[in-house]
């Protein structure tokens, strides 16, 4: 959680001309609110038409610095620029073709993201998600807002909407027309199991959904109790009865593939083999634990059955 402490970062992600200087221009450094006289830091990260007037920006004490390479967001570099303008705050304009991961884990440790705002051309979004998926994952997963921007009467709000769900429901979505409306998107995707029952019963083509929706809202999920077949993992280093357990998700490719896992607990006697395939009950909790190393679902175990694997042993949102 971000603290008074911290260094404020609004970072503002999308392909190259998809809006983001634009909007930086126009909604941020004009805002008299947000611009308030303290010193802010506005990295660029690539530039593409529009651009910045650095001098008019450096009397409302806001100092642009270009990164040119992917490898100059280390965490030396951003804490020097930082203190080179004693910035109160921090803007980012991040390139498209970068994975967010890399600045993420080179952010100074007193360095939190407030906001993320990812911008889309709906006019190129379709050939950019066809060709290049993982970097519209990449930019999607993380977001709190989407905007698709040059959007006409001809495009289909709810085949974008669709998009954007399989990787995040926390997401708000916006369409801004080419003649100025701007359309907030209020569509409803219910979950395809029931929260509300006594025992929320998870199929396997659903654990995809079930996991991203736990991951990103767990609170509402404290004192339910489920039932879902998944993957055990167990080491050596946990403390005797927690494990993982888990499944392997695919977002977008075979490329990304990887191991989603929760934190499981049960009786030191009852600890589950490895690298096998349960279906188990549980009630959630939501507390620290040093593994996540910070706040996160604890699977509190109420019973485990010996289970066969899925027909399909990898999860995906489709």
Partial sequence: MPTQQDIPVYLFTGFLESGKTQFVNESVVSDQGFVNGDSILLLVCEEGIEEYDEEALEKKNIHVEKLEQEIDCSTKILQG???KHKAKRVLVEY??????NSFYQSMPEDWAVYQE???VDATTFE???NNMRSL???????ADLVVFNRFTDKMDEYAHHQQ???ITRRAQIAYEYTDGRINNDNYQDPLPFDLDAPIVEVK?????QWYRDITEDPKKYVGKVIEVKGYTMVNRRFTPGTFAFGRQIMTCCAADIQYCSLIATCKPSETPEARSWYTARFKVDYKFHKLYGQKGPILNIESLTKAEAPEQEVATFF
């Fill in 136 to 142: 519209m994952v990449d930019k999607f997963q993380s």
């Fill in 127 to 129: 050939n950019y998600n």
């Fill in 117 to 119: 705002f990812c911008f």
């Fill in 81 to 83: 620029l930082l203190n």
């Fill in 95 to 100: 390139n498209g073709m970068w994975m967010l």
């Fill in 164 to 166: 954007v769900r399989m």
């Fill in 204 to 208: 396997d083509t659903d654990f995809a």
